[in-house]
């Protein structure tokens, strides 16, 4: 059915309304749509004036859903909804600030994203597997609250004394207090119903979970607020569709633009808004495509504007994010060793900056190896032997973290150990090298022998003295990419070892190694010859009295090679997220049924306890709503294919039901779903942008099944003496009390509690412990 039989209201091009039918649409009328009047034509006053003319099915139902219905979408009479916005606005921020300096102690991540937000304040270069806003938004609030980026946020319960933390924490909370107000919005928007709009946001203000997440010092409340607030912009972007590339449909598509850009800046994971931002704009494309009224001009601009507004807007403010990012963090930090050589040439601090070396690699020089692999580390040797028992006897061989002398490698020519006494000749791709070390005077070198913890790779020893050894200190340089004859660039060039005796190639392995081993990471030489940065080694530290020096300015990679090698990095960083070995991980499964929250503060009873659950009341009710959704989807789906005589506001009901309820569906779905592909470790906190969907699904649904003063329940009422405006207001007000209950109850949660544990008389939570799983 393409359209819904319903009124069809004036608006500023018409004069009066009119009664439409709903007409079949098949293949043979495509070309020929219209859109009928029909006999009965309503007086040329306005029809909010007109209620007498209005039958009964077509009167304003008392919990604020519309029951006329226009090819435009549902229309809304119900008074001005300021005042229930105001409350929203208090209660919310109400909620999000109250006790944001308890406890006083650093809590959970915020030892991890405070102290990158003191990295920006001290413009320090640091990694992260997150994109940079999220942080540099913190070290912003920290800088405009008073706060020097002095504190070190060392570990979880560490006092903040006198350091000004607040601000960066109330920034956060404001943020997060957006939340109910968008969801509101957007539930307003969609359902034209502020029941199902206070619904939804009662659902967030008194959810526990969500108060906790937003007040610390996290990146989770400003991902969801640009998260929301890119649904919003989306939503009231569709409400002007039929005023297209008006003031207001730019501003909202502009707005969009600039959220999905806010919202992917700060967590990988804002990709699935902008899926179903991009979903929804393929969507109506393909709606404007098949509107005949429109030439292929106009349907041209239509797409360019949403390529401008939604595709090149983001992706030139992302890729600002990240510019300033580099400015500001000019300085060597502990996020160094992480990124290449070459990159680590702009920092300054580093022993690469503003450095000179010779260009390309000789024979007869010293040198340091980097792994490419994140924390792959430096080639590195010492005098101690590996233990009895992993493989031979001989001097280990690590990549260490740190710069140190013991990185240190001389190239000599193989078959030569005399030094070359005019210019030395250039290593090319395809030579054969011996690698010495430095202070030990061994060579590196492997055999048959099994590696210590990667058991299908081999052994890789120091060994010999002063240049001795044998066929098995042999390595073939390649430059990656490269062709035979090819020149090693220092800094630039990715180059692997391969073994001569035996086609293994020269591997970091990321593992750490025993106490024996000075918990360095494993060196080994791997026979699977598949190029991965865990083979590739870079040449950082050049040495070549001989050879004339260039400054490393000019190999400094420009902003797109940085740009591009700092999105690898982060990547593999999340990819290489792998539970631990007794190490909490939360499964996808537990998350809806709000099986098991996660401690942010304190264990005992004489600490300052924090635990982030949800509202079990909230969330269950969610879970609920979600199956009772897709069961009403179905039924509507059925009655509406059978042809089933439906009255005009059940029509306009599975209409809002299908269309809007299905966009927040699929929103859930993309939010949620995409964890159980991954491998990384997950969190409880991860679910919370889904949440905020299926609360905003509770509450469009909730006004379909709502208590209405309309046909036969009114009437029902009416006949045993009840008012049906009293009843709806007592059923709408015992709702929201029992939300309001049960966040009372379990509140200290949020707010913190100090005393006796759940299990022992006198707790503030007795009695609500109601799941083993629940840690508090």
Request: hydrophobic share 40%; proline share 5%; with cysteine.
């Amino acid at each position: 059915i393409e359209l819904a039989v319903g009124r069809c209201f004036k608006c500023r091009h018409c004069t009066s309304g009119y009664l439409y039918q709903a007409r079949i649409r098949d293949t043979s009328t495509l070309r020929n749509r219209k859109i009928f009047p029909t006999s009965e034509k309503t007086p040329s006053t306005p029809l909010s004036k007109d209620k007498s003319s209005l039958s009964e099915d077509d009167t304003q139902s008392s919990n604020g859903t519309s029951a006329e219905w226009s090819a435009r979408g549902v229309v809304s009479n119900e008074p001005p909804s300021r005042g229930l916005l105001m409350l929203v606005v208090g209660l919310s921020f109400s909620t999000r600030l109250y006790k944001i300096t308890e406890p006083p102690h650093v809590c959970w991540d915020e030892t991890h994203f405070g102290k990158m937000g003191s990295y920006y304040i001290n413009r320090t270069f640091f990694f992260d597997v997150h994109p940079p806003l999220g942080k540099m938004l913190i070290g912003l609030a920290g800088y405009m609250t008073g706060y020097d980026g002095t504190f070190p946020f060392i570990k979880p319960g560490d006092k903040y004394e006198h350091h000004n933390y607040w601000g960066m924490r109330g920034f956060c909370a404001v943020l997060g207090s957006f939340l109910p107000i968008f969801a509101y919005l957007i539930v307003l928007e969609l359902s034209q119903s502020h029941t199902a709009a206070l619904i939804t946001a009662t659902l967030l203000i008194f959810d526990t979970g969500c108060i906790t997440i937003s007040q610390y010092i996290l990146l989770d409340p400003i991902l969801m607020f640009f998260i929301m607030a890119a649904v919003l912009s989306m939503v009231k972007f569709n409400q002007q569709r039929y005023r297209p590339f008006t003031a207001s449909w730019w501003l909202w598509l502009v707005l969009t633009g600039v959220n999905l850009a806010g919202a992917l800046g700060v967590k990988f994971v804002g990709l699935f808004v902008v899926l179903l931002v991009g979903l929804n704009t393929v969507w109506d494309l393909w709606r404007i495509l098949g509107d005949l009224s429109l030439s292929m001009v106009e349907i041209t601009k239509h797409f360019l504007a949403r390529v401008v507004g939604l595709i090149l807007l983001p992706l030139l403010l992302y890729i600002t994010i990240f510019a300033v990012h580099f400015v500001v963090l000019n300085k060597s930090g502990p996020g160094d060793g992480f990124f290449s050589s070459a990159f680590q040439s702009r920092l300054i601090g580093n022993n690469l900056h503003n450095a000179s070396m010779p260009e390309y690699l000789a024979y007869g020089s010293t040198i340091t190896v980097k792994n490419l692999r994140i924390a792959g580390g430096y080639l590195h040797s010492h005098w101690h032997l590996y233990p009895e028992g992993v493989g031979a006897k001989q001097q280990q061989v690590t990549a260490y973290l740190h710069k140190d002398y013991n990185n240190l490698w001389l190239v000599h020519r193989h078959g030569d150990n005399e030094s070359q006494s005019g210019t030395p000749d250039l290593v090319r791709h395809g030579d054969i090298i011996r690698l010495e070390h430095k202070e030990t005077t061994r060579n590196l070198h492997s055999h048959l022998h099994e590696a210590p913890l990667t058991k299908k790779h081999f052994q890789v020893t120091g060994y010999g003295i002063n240049g001795t050894g044998d066929t098995n200190d042999q390595w073939q340089v390649e430059v990656c990419g490269g062709r035979k004859g090819d020149l090693v660039k220092v800094l630039r060039s990715k180059v692997r070892f391969r073994h001569r005796a035996t086609g293994c190639v020269l591997y970091s392995s990321g593992k750490t190694l025993p106490k024996w081993g000075w918990e360095q990471v494993e060196v080994t030489c791997s026979p699977y010859l598949k190029e991965t940065p865990s083979s590739q080694w870079n040449i950082e530290d050049h040495i070549n009295p001989k050879l004339p020096n260039i400054s490393l300015s000019v190999l400094k990679p420009h902003f797109l090679e940085i740009l591009l090698e700092s999105h690898i990095v982060m990547i593999r960083g999340n990819s290489g997220l792998k539970p631990k070995d007794h190490e909490m991980n939360s499964k996808p499964w537990h998350w809806p049924i709000n099986y098991q929250g996660l401690r942010f503060s304190g264990v005992n009873d004489t600490e300052y306890r924090v635990y982030l659950l949800g509202n079990p009341v909230v969330w269950w009710t969610n879970l609920a709503s979600l199956g009772l959704y897709i069961i009403m989807v179905a039924v509507a789906s059925i009655a509406l294919q059978r042809g089933f005589s439906l009255g005009q506001k059940r029509i306009g009901h599975s209409l809002v039901l299908m269309g809007k309820g299905g966009l927040l569906l699929l929103g859930w779905l993309l939010h949620y779903i995409p964890f159980y592909t991954m491998g990384r470790v997950l969190y409880y906190h991860h679910y919370f942008p889904a949440m905020l969907f299926s609360s905003m699904l509770t509450g469009t649904k909730s006004t379909l099944i709502w208590p209405t003063c309309n046909g036969q329940f009114a009437k029902m009422l009416t006949n045993v003496g009840l008012n049906c405006r009293h009843v709806v207001v007592v059923n709408d007000n015992v709702t929201l009390s029992v939300y309001t209950l049960y966040f009372y109850l379990f509140h200290p949660l949020s707010y913190g509690m100090t005393g006796p544990l759940a299990h022992e008389p006198g707790s503030a939570m007795a009695g609500l412990k109601w799941m083993d799983s629940w840690e508090f």
